[in-house]
C-alpha cells in the first residue's frame, strides 16, 4: 500500500501571558468532517479520528517545524520549532519561532492566523454517514510539518494572540477559555 501525503489548514491560537514568542495552535480537529480537496477539483469529505497522532504526541513533535508555506528552500522558510504536541479535541502544537526571521513578528501579532498540516497518512477507512455521504476517516498519520498561511483550511479555526489582542465577539469565548485550559494544564 502506498503511503498517502497530505496537506490541511488551520488557524493557529497564540497563548495569552509568556513573552509573545511562542504560539499555541489547533494543527487538526478531531472529529469533525471537512469538505477538503488533493487537487483543487475533486472535493471530499474528511475526519481526523481521536488521538490519529496519539505516537506523535507521546513522541513529543520535536522534529515539527513551523514553515512559512509548503514550498521553496526550507532554510528560508523555517519560521520556528515545535516544543510540544497534546491532544484533546484535536491535534494542539507550541511552536517556539525563530525571532530572526523576516515574517516571525507577523505570526507572533497574528497576522499569519492560518496553520496548515503536512502529514503522512498511514491508515485510513471510508465511512458511510447516515446521510448516505461518504468521509474518509484518518485513523493513523504522522505529522510532517506545521505551514503558517494566511488562510486556514478547517471552519471553526479561532485565533488567540498574546498582550492585549481582544476576541472579535462572545461567540469566541469557548474557544478563548478552551485553549486558556489547555496551555494551564500544559503549565501543570
Known sequence: ????????????????????????????PYEVDQKVTDDGKVFYLERFATRSYSRDVAKGGRW???????????????????IQLSESDGLYAAVRLNREHPLAEQ??????????????????????????????????????????TPVPQYAGAGVLVARDHQMAGPHDAPVREAARARLAALKG
Open 64 to 82: 515539527v517545524n513551523l514553515m512559512v508555506g509548503h514550498a521553496g528552500d526550507d532554510g528560508d522558510r523555517f519560521l520556528g520549532r515545535c
Open 107 to 148: 505570526a507572533r501579532s497574528g497576522e499569519l492566523t492560518g496553520w496548515s498540516a503536512q502529514a503522512r497518512v498511514y491508515r485510513s477507512r471510508t465511512l458511510t454517514r447516515g446521510d448516505g455521504q461518504r468521509v474518509v476517516l484518518r485513523e493513523l498519520c504522522g505529522l510532517s510539518h506545521i505551514a503558517a
Open 1 to 28: 500500500m502506498s503511503e498517502l501525503l497530505i496537506q490541511r489548514d488551520l488557524g493557529g491560537l497564540e497563548p495569552t501571558g509568556g513573552d509573545g514568542w511562542t504560539l499555541y495552535g489547533r494543527v487538526v
